[in-house]
């Protein structure tokens, strides 16, 4: 009972304590933007007829809190979403993520298999080399920007076959 007592009293203290830092946050806020990165951010141009592509990054998770990702945008697409792949009675299929949990110093891969952004509704055909400016939202109202290249079908192709000749490489090494 006692024990119960003085965690209330704990919470109490904390919530004031974040509260009253939150009053005067404006530097804060910026410190915590810095502390995630995005990297490799990729999208892949638009096949013929289809209405969808993939992209791809990593985001790190520099800070000592749990970071949740909301949303993603892209200048120039209608529409991105989060999706991830799971196993389903044996059929690999993917699905809409709501949001992702990214821990305290946790990096998290998007990648061919895994998590991956869906885009949709292109106002004009990405070409290969061009650089689209990629927004992250999270959900304490951080935002984190950074550039996606456009790359072709047959680099990223490349590229998966190269990271995992590497995986596998470094796991025979053992
Ligand atoms: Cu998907």
Redesign the pocket.
Known sequence: MIKQCISIVLVSVLSLFSSSSMAHSGHDHDADVAIIKVSNAQVREFLPATT?S?GYLSIINHSDTVATLTKATIDGLGRV?I???SHVDGMMK???VESLTINAHQQIDFKPGGY???IFEPQEPLKVGQQRKLTLYFSDGNRVFTNAQVVSLASQAEQSQAEQSQASKQHTHH
């Open positions: 969808s993939v979403e999706h991830e792949h993917m699905q809409k991956h952004l869906m």
